[in-house]
């Protein structure tokens, strides 16, 4: 594990770096901004733009902390290439351990002592709930926070507030929708972490089967995030005779459900929730022929998807990873996440200008029109000034027992 705060700052002298950066493949709408006058706020300067980040470097949820490594990783080739605008971007990286309370304090000195531009991808539902309302009422940006709960899009209550992943209502209705039209009569068992991460998840899915949920829904069971196991709750589900399982569990306890419910001989067909997709951080942990046929949702795409090999987007990426996150794995969903998540970072900037207040950054947050190489094709990156959920759509797949094969194509919510 590193050090839980990493300061990035890799400018290498500027110059030219429009060429480079247009091999992003990042197809971008709005108009050039314009720059006949310079504007900062705290945290912007001629030479430098810092933006903070808050992630699990250690604690229950550590699996995440990759995410922030390969954001960082970005940034430096970004600054390597000339920064932008001819300005380096310095991404102080600190740890909450996912403890909210901690995420208090490190919000507060990102703003308050390392007067920070903005806040970016900080992750977690309880933990960016936490420092919402001080965040707005600061009227900082809370940017492309690492989160699906759908209390993180609401441009009207919470303006300086974005998400970036499909909502956790949103995904979850796709899977009560894929269960009635292939499992009708099925009875549904529900692991939940027992807070609003996963009553959210709840919520949309029990809201999707509509009439039919209180007979298909036929057990549920929480946990708490200090649990060591959820083995006594994996036995009362099985015992509820269910033949779905919904697993709505961060990656450590997600990866003990489906071997838990190997061990006990339960084999029902799983439906596992996104945050928990990862085949290194939990399908291995979990047994992968014990993982074989669960059914997830991403917008990501996987870098060990045949139909994406020899492709100009998976090469950049991989080349990427061996240049700027050698120690990372490239196979894995999370490296891919924050590698996206920074490239949408990089171009709000980039829209800014030299405009750069904390009032034109949200600005340009609520103004893109973009893809990203790493997501699934017809998956846009696209808001609105009353959107702030800039991703709407997902792949259904379904893991093989290697990879995940797609199921049709992407659907909205």
């Known amino acids: 594990m590193t050090s839980p705060k990493h300061r990035f700052s890799f400018a290498r002298g500027l110059h030219d770096s429009a060429a480079a950066l247009l091999g992003l493949a990042l197809a971008c709408a709005p108009a050039g901004p314009a720059f006949a006058q310079k504007r900062y706020d705290p945290g912007a300067s001629d030479t430098e733009v810092r933006i903070g980040h808050i992630g699990p470097y250690s604690g229950p949820a550590s699996a995440y902390a990759t995410i922030g490594k390969a954001a960082s990783a970005y940034i430096a080739k970004v600054n390597a290439e000339g920064g932008v605008h001819g300005r ?44 919402q ?29 974005m998400g970036w992943q499909p909502t956790y209502q949103d995904e979850a209705r796709i899977y009560a929708r894929h269960i009635l039209a292939t499992r009708p009569q099925a009875r549904v068992a529900v ?58 569990a961060t990656p450590k306890f997600a990866a003990q459900a489906i071997r838990k419910a190997a061990e006990t001989g339960w084999r ?16 291995q942990p979990a047994g992968l ?23 100009r987007e998976l090469a950049d990426y991989r080349a990427f990873m061996r240049q700027y996150y050698p120690q990372g794995e490239p196979g894995d969903f999370l490296n891919v ?23 034109n950054l949200m600005r340009q947050a609520a103004n893109l029109s973009m893809t990203l190489p790493m997501l699934y094709p017809g998956i846009e990156v696209k808001t609105g000034p009353d959107d702030y959920r800039p991703i709407q759509q997902v792949q259904l797949v379904r893991f093989n027992g290697t990879r995940y094969e797609a199921l049709g194509q992407p659907v909205g919510k």
């Open 337 to 359: 996440l924050g590698y996206s998540q920074a490239q949408t970072l990089v171009q709000t900037i980039r829209q800014a200008g030299d405009e750069l207040t904390r009032e």
């Open 133 to 161: 309302r001080y965040m707005n009422a600061k009227k900082v940006p809370q940017l492309f926070v690492g989160t699906g709960a759908t209390r993180f899009g609401d441009a009207k209550a919470f303006p300086w507030t």
């Open 191 to 248: 692991l939940l972490q027992n807070d609003d991460f996963g009553r959210d998840y709840l919520k949309g899915f029990v809201d999707a089967l509509g009439d039919r949920a209180a007979a298909m829904v036929v057990a549920q069971a929480s946990y708490e995030v200090s649990d060591a196991t959820i083995d006594s709750q994996l036995i009362a589900l099985k015992a509820s005779g269910a033949d779905v399982f919904f697993n709505i």
């Open 268 to 283: 029902p067909v799983q439906y596992l929730a996104s945050v928990s997709i990862f085949v290194q951080a939990v399908l």
């Open 88 to 131: 380096r971007i310095v991404l102080l990286s600190v740890d909450d351990g996912y403890n909210p309370a901690k995420t208090v304090e490190q919000a507060r000195k990102l703003v308050e002592h390392d007067e920070v531009l903005a806040l970016f991808a900080p992750l977690g539902t309880a933990q960016n709930l936490a420092i």
């Open 289 to 311: 022929d014990n993982a074989t046929g669960v059914i997830s949702a991403s917008f990501i795409r996987d870098p060990d998807d045949a139909t994406l090999q020899g492709t």
